[in-house]
T-cell receptor, first 114, second 111 residues
Framework: DAGVTQSPTHLIKTRGQQVTLRCSPK?????VSWYQQALGQGPQFIFQ???????QRGNFPDRFSGHQFPNYSSELNVNALLLGDSALYLC?????????????FGPGTRLTVL | SQQGEEDPQALSIQEGENATMNCSYK?????LQWYRQNSGRGLVHLIL?????REKHSGRLRVTLDTSKKSSSLLITASRAADTASYFC???????????FGDGTTLTVKP
């Protein structure tokens, strides 16, 4: 049973560029959440997707957008990259609507903005 | 501001000793989860404890929750060098899976 997978593992971009990160949830999970983790800090919630819709959003600008596909996989898009967007981006999957919040995290994508 | 705050920020112990980490939070929660993270990799889920539970065990891990004090503790017994990692608590006050993390406790277990 594959866990949560993310791609790519590492990514280097320059300021102003756009990036797309991908996530496949754990088998049987239908909810995907995205987090940003800066060095030395805890993960910060970006948004969550369930039934192909953004269900919750954290305090992130509109430059951060996402999508969920019918197979529950998800993408995180960041436009007009800033140096401060450099971070580890984590995807977590869970089962929505059942009152269980146990989340399983992927290995993350390390984004470096130069 | 972060919902959960871990204490201490860093902890260094000898192999075989017990390690205790604490987490405080500010608002009412549905559940609280503890995670481990090794060297900037993905988070590994350790234990979920619900607001109506007071204590849970999993192997060498023991988690307590005191909702009156808005605090939780994670105890790792008979620590091993492989337990060296950062430990995070995450709280959730909805059933939607959004978790609010603290900045973690960095545990170093010396062989």
């Amino acid at each position: 049973d594959a866990g949560v997978t993310q791609s790519p593992t590492h990514l280097i971009k320059t300021r102003g560029q756009q990036v797309t990160l991908r996530c496949s949830p754990k088998s049987g999970h239908d909810t995907v959440s995205w987090y940003q983790q800066a060095l030395g800090q805890g993960p910060q919630f970006i948004f969550q997707y369930y039934e192909e819709e953004e269900r919750q959003r954290g305090n992130f600008p509109d430059r951060f957008s996402g999508h969920q596909f019918p197979n529950y996989s998800s993408e995180l898009n960041v436009n007009a990259l800033l140096l401060g967007d450099s971070a580890l981006y984590l995807c977590a999957s869970s089962m929505g609507g059942q009152g269980y919040n146990e989340q399983f995290f992927g290995p993350g994508t390390r984004l470096t903005v130069l | 501001s972060q919902q959960g705050e871990e204490d201490p920020q860093a902890l260094s112990i000898q192999e075989g000793e017990n390690a205790t980490m604490n987490c405080s939070y500010k608002t009412s929660i549905n559940n609280l989860q503890w995670y481990r993270q090794n060297s900037g990799r993905g988070l590994v889920h350790l234990i979920l404890i619900r607001s109506n539970e007071r204590e849970k065990h999993s192997g060498r891990l023991r988690v307590t929750l005191d909702t009156s004090k808005k605090s939780s503790s994670l105890l790792i017994t008979a620590s091993r060098a492989a337990d060296t990692a950062s430990y995070f608590c995450a709280t959730d006050n909805t059933n939607a899976g959004k978790s609010t993390f603290g900045d973690g406790t960095t545990l170093t277990v010396k062989p």
